[in-house]
Every structure is written in structure tokens, then in C-alpha cells.
């Protein structure tokens, strides 16, 4: 029997005079990433927040996404409920890498004026999380439906897209319009790039990456260099790429921003667009449209060969990030999951042609793993299933260790078995105990899936204080790093910054919204909730409380939350759904009585104070139009509903 009562929601009434370990690891962290930023800013920013660099730019092209990277976390703390100077923080250096990025020459009237979508979608980042936190700022407003419209022909100096035709007419695109091209100058051939090998096979005098390489200084390689460039400005230069996806987020976070079903619209017509290209090439997506509108049009009629296509340099994790990102954003935008057969097929037919090998290091392998690379190391085992991700004219190659994120991303929208089984399939074909956790911050600050898909399955119950204790030896880990670092700072790598930014938000997304790390090429978090503050009138967690999911289903989730305060009653405004995509439909109090109807966007939770409560919240998963919108704290705040 399910009882309605007026004001949906519930009250702890289970004391917690010892709060679980899990609890005061997770209010540490939230506390620690508001310290932990100050050394951090003291050691690389000059006092207008600019980073202290070079006054020249030699990046060519390439790098502005890197500026924005150092610090796109800072919103995304705050909007969990870290210390408010986060969002300001955030705000700040978005704006000064504005600035400095002008300088340089790299933005024009606030945005890139021109490179490709897998970068920019890594810069975005920042801005995305600040529309999150903070979506009622009207420059934020502003910002985002005039981003959106560079895609969408609404800015007469920057023609990005092909209505026509359906396309981004560059791969290189932004603030001024297509850039046509890929490569300034003669030479990019470094020894970073050489796992990568050579994009194309056709080139006259160029069979290996040794043909071009810039560190030998040689006439001839430099000749060799000359002509595989101008190679690749012919034929990647111009015409849609499949990495262009992103741009789907930049106007997805119009939408959610505004609810301006125009943007809507265009996202879902763009990923159409790239959905009938799939269907007419046997299912699999194509990386490249010419400009006239076929595929192959610049590659000899070959459907692969685009920049961050199938051939060069990522192959399928370019490819399937963006498709994923893509799916997930007409997903979200359109409550129908069947957009996420885009990249769940590409999975099933590359896994399909995968094998297990004696010794993943002897392979030919252009990336590993992480969280692979790690068990691996520890437990001496190398022998693990691989699957090819890169094609060409004499067909797959490249295989690599295998990671979760596209496959958990698309899980987390659904929550459906089968979307699950593809990651069963993978825990039995390796070796490895996947109850297992690594201290490691990788570049998207992700790949601990494996063990806390074990702790939603209950079989791995000490992860949340594993996966905190490991997320707090990072950040001291990180400001180690900052402490010692004593780098010329006028002629550091652009990843520097990035590389100690001590910001850490994967295992604080898991255990509090049930939800994994947003993927970081422009990807939005799907989750199954997101807490809110109503008496203090904020996003995130109120002071003093802790929550944890820990269990998830297609209609359902398991959250517990903890007051550790002694002597304050708190009030936790609970959403479902990140967006506001999910509707609360019920909610019982420790699994047992009465359920009490919800029925939804918010859930109302009161902790007295020492106390805690474990719901079994029912979820309506798509049901509802996806927005930023702030909930109305004064309609939910203690005082007018006590």
C-alpha cells in the first residue's frame, strides 16, 4: 500500500551517534577539495588569474582546450557540495582563460576561433559544469544560446554548418567558421605521437612514423613531413568528421539552459544525419562527409580516414566518445534509448572480433587501460582479452586493453540488463578481480568503474572508503607535485597545469549520485540523483551530510544519507535524475512499511541531528524534460515546511 502525504518526502529517524567511516571520508574530501585549490592557484596564476606563461603562442592550432582543462573541475566540486569559493573560483578562471586565450589569439568574441571537436569538447567542459552550478547568470544564458548558434547559422561570421546537407563543413570549427586545413607548418611528427603511427599509407617516401620524425632534423624527413601535411589538409581539412559529435553538448546545454526546443531540434537532426550514413554503410558509422554531402568524398570512397576517425590516431575511442556523447545528448533530449544502439553495436562487432593474448605488452598497442594497466601490474597477470579499435585498408588493427566508460555511460542512462550484460561478458574474459581499486587520477579523472559496479552488485561493501581514502591520497598526492614542481613555468608542457590540479570528483559523483564520471570528451553526468541545499540555497550536499547510492535498477535506487552533526538538523532536497530527467515516483524508508508516494522531480529528506536513512527510491527513468533549473529553496526550506 502506498500513502500520499502533502508535502512529498521522509524523515530519518535511525540515530548515528558513530557515523559510518564512508560518511566522514566523503564530508573530508568535499572539505579538502576547498583547501586543496589554494596552493594550487598561489603557484601558477598571476594576480588577474591569467597562468604564468609564455606571452607567445607555438602551439599552432592546437591547446586552448588545455587551459580550460586545468580548472573545469571547480564548478563540479561546488555543484556536489564543496565550498562555494569553488563556483567563484570557477568563474574566474574561465573568465581569465578567456582573456589570455584572446591574447593568444585562439579565442575571438569568447569562443575557439577554429580546431577540432574532440579538443574543444574537453574545454567545454568548464563551461558546461558552470551552467550547471550556476544556470539562472544571465552572461552564462547569454553565452550559451550564442555558443549553440555558431552551429546553427545564427552568427553570419562563423557559416559552421550545412543545412543542406546536414554537416559541420570542418573538421576545424568554431568562433570565425570552418578553418580549412589541419596543420599549420610543415611538421608535428613528434616522439609522442609516434605510438599513433602515420594517419595515411599512401604517401610517396613516407611507409613508417621514422620517415617523418622531427627529432632527427633531417632535409629528407623533413621533405617527407612537407607532403604527408599536405596530405592531410587535403583530404581531413575540409568536410564533416565524426568527431564532430560534440558540437551536439554546446547545444544541448543551450537547451538545458533555456528549453528552447530549437536546439532540440538540431541536435537531434545532426546525430540523424550521422545515423543514416551508418545505415547505409552496413551499420557502421562513417568518420568522414565531404562537402558536397557523400561519404568517402575526399578518401577515394573510403568511409574511414577522417581526423579522430577510425584510422588515426584513436580509432574507436575518438569515434565511439563522440557517437556515445552524441546518443546520450538525443537520449536525454528525446526520452527514446534506442539512439544508444549507435554505440552499443560498435562494441558487440569489435568485441566479436577480439581474442585473449599470453602478454598484452608484446602487442602493438597504441593506449592501455588504466585501471588494466594497474591489476595488471599488481598481479602479475598480462594474459587479458583485447579487441581491435583502428581500421584501414588492410583492415582492423590495434588492439588494445579494453576500458568501461562508453559501455558504463549508456548503462547509467538505462540501467537495463543487457546494456549490463556487455560488461559481464567483459569481467569473465579477463583475468582480473574487478573488486579491486588502484590509487590513480587518470586525465578524465575516471576507470574505477570496475569496482564500484562490484559495490552496486553488493559484492565489494568496502569500496566507498577505499575509493575516498584513495581520492584523498590523490589530491595530497597532486599537491605534492605542486609543492616540489620547480619548472620554468614560461616554458612548460600545456598539460602541466592540468597534470596538478588537485581537484578530484570520480569516486564523489559514484557513491553521492549513483552515477559515473561524466565522459571527458563533452560528455553531461547521467545519474540517478543530485542533492540540493534548501536552507542555504544551493546545489550539492548541505554541511554536515553525507550520502551514498548504493544499489541501482531500471526503475529504482538505493540512497542512504548520514547527518554527522551532533546538534543540527539538516534538510536535503533530493532530484532525480542530474537534468531533472528521472521522476521520483515512491520512496520506502529501509526497504519495509509503507511506501510514500512522491510522484516528482524533488524528494524532501529531514535529518535530525546524529541520524541516518537508507530509501529505496522509485525512479521513472526519461520521464520528464531534461533542464539546469534551480529548485525554488524558499518553497522547500525548513522553515516554511517544518
Given amino acids: 500500500m502506498t500513502k500520499t502525504i502533502a508535502h512529498p518526502g521522509v524523515k530519518a529517524t535511525e540515530a548515528c551517534a558513530n557515523p559510518p567511516a564512508w560518511a566522514v571520508a566523503e564530508r573530508d574530501l568535499l572539505a579538502r577539495l576547498g583547501t586543496a585549490v589554494e596552493p594550487f592557484l598561489a603557484k601558477y596564476l598571476k594576480a588577474d588569474g591569467t597562468l604564468i606563461y609564455r606571452d607567445d603562442w607555438v602551439q599552432g592550432r592546437d591547446g586552448l582546450d588545455d587551459l580550460y582543462e586545468s580548472f573545469y573541475n571547480f564548478p563540479l566540486a561546488y555543484l556536489l557540495g564543496a565550498p562555494a569559493h569553488l563556483l567563484e573560483k570557477g568563474h574566474r578562471q574561465w573568465e581569465a582563460m578567456t582573456v589570455q586565450g584572446t591574447a593568444f589569439g585562439l579565442v575571438h568574441n569568447e569562443y575557439e576561433v577554429g580546431y577540432d571537436q574532440f579538443h574543444q569538447s574537453e574545454g567545454n567542459l568548464l563551461f558546461y559544469f558552470l551552467c550547471a552550478a550556476d544556470p539562472d547568470n544571465p552572461k552564462l544564458q547569454e553565452r550559451a544560446r550564442r555558443f549553440a548558434g555558431l552551429y546553427m547559422n545564427a552568427e553570419p561570421e562563423a557559416p559552421n554548418y550545412d543545412e543542406e546537407h546536414n554537416i559541420i563543413r ?101 546525430v540523424d544525419g550521422w545515423w543514416q550514413r551508418a545505415e547505409a554503410n552496413d551499420g557502421l558509422l562513417p568518420d568522414n562527409v565531404g562537402l558536397g554531402g557523400a561519404v568517402g568524398e575526399y578518401f577515394d570512397g573510403r568511409w574511414y580516414g577522417a581526423a579522430y576517425g577510425w584510422s588515426w590516431p584513436h580509432g574507436y575511442d575518438s569515434v565511439i566518445d563522440a557517437a556515445t556523447v552524441a546518443a546520450i545528448n538525443t537520449t536525454m533530449l528525446t526520452g527514446d534509448t534506442g539512439w544508444l544502439d549507435l554505440p552499443g553495436r560498435h562494441f558487440d562487432m ?61 548503462w547509467a542512462v538505462t540501467q537495463s540488463p543487457a546494456d549490463r550484460a556487455r560488461m559481464v561478458q567483459l569481467e569473465q574474459d579477463e583475468p582480473y578481480d574487478w573488486t579491486q581499486s588502484y590509487p590513480f587520477h587518470s586525465k578524465g579523472d575516471d576507470s574505477h568503474d570496475r569496482p564500484w559496479l562490484k559495490f552496486l552488485e553488493g559484492n565489494n561493501p568496502d569500496y566507498p572508503e577505499i575509493a575516498l581514502r584513495h581520492a584523498a591520497e590523490q589530491v595530497e598526492h597532486r599537491l605534492e607535485m605542486v609543492r616540489t614542481d620547480a619548472a620554468d613555468l614560461s616554458t612548460v608542457h600545456i598539460h602541466h597545469w592540468q ?22 570528451n563533452g560528455g553531461f553526468i547521467q545519474s540517478c540523483f543530485r542533492h540540493f541545499d534548501p536552507d542555504q540555497g544551493r546545489p550539492g550536499l548541505p554541511a554536515d551530510v553525507a550520502a551514498l547510492v548504493y544499489a541501482v535498477g531500471e526503475a529504482s535506487a538505493g540512497l542512504q544519507l548520514v547527518n554527522l552533526s551532533k546538534t543540527e538538523a539538516r534538510r536535503v532536497l533530493v532530484q532525480g535524475g542530474f537534468h531533472g530527467e528521472h521522476r521520483i515516483t515512491s520512496v520506502c524508508v529501509d526497504g519495509a512499511g509503507e511506501a510514500t508516494a512522491i510522484g516528482g522531480r524533488y524528494m524532501v529528506v529531514d535529518l535530525p541531528p546524529a541520524s541516518t536513512i537508507r530509501l529505496d527510491v522509485g525512479l521513472a527513468r526519461l520521464a520528464a524534460e531534461p533542464g539546469y533549473d534551480l529548485p525554488d529553496y524558499a518553497a522547500f526550506a525548513s522553515r516554511t515546511n517544518a
Fill in 170 to 270: 570542418a573538421v576545424h570549427n568554431g568562433s570565425r567558421g570552418p578553418r580549412w586545413g589541419y596543420i599549420d607548418g610543415d611538421s608535428m611528427w613528434s616522439k609522442g605521437m609516434a605510438p599513433y603511427g602515420l594517419p595515411f599509407d599512401d604517401v610517396p617516401g613516407v611507409t613508417s612514423y621514422d620517415d617523418v620524425a622531427a627529432w632527427y632534423n633531417d632535409p629528407r624527413r623533413n621533405e617527407n613531413s612537407k607532403r604527408l601535411i599536405a596530405t592531410m589538409n587535403e583530404r581531413m581539412g575540409r568536410g564533416d568528421s565524426v568527431a564532430n559529435l560534440p558540437v551536439t553538448s554546446l547545444v544541448t546545454n543551450a537547451f538545458l539552459m533555456t528549453r528552447d526546443p530549437a536546439f532540440r531540434q538540431w541536435v537531434v537532426r545532426y
Fill in 350 to 410: 569489435l568485441y566479436a572480433k577480439g581474442k585473449r593474448i599470453e602478454d598484452f605488452r608484446t602487442i602493438e598497442s597504441s593506449i592501455f587501460n588504466a585501471w588494466v594497466r594497474n591489476a595488471a601490474a599488481v598481479t602479475g597477470r598480462y594474459d587479458t582479452y583485447v579487441m581491435p579499435k583502428r581500421y584501414k585498408d588492410s583492415g582492423w588493427f590495434d588492439f588494445q586493453t579494453i576500458g568501461l566508460a562508453n559501455l558504463v555511460q549508456t
Fill in 499 to 520: 597534470n596538478h590540479n588537485p581537484v578530484t570528483t570520480e569516486a564523489l559523483i559514484q557513491l553521492t549520485l549513483g552515477a559515473p564520471q561524466a565522459l571527458y
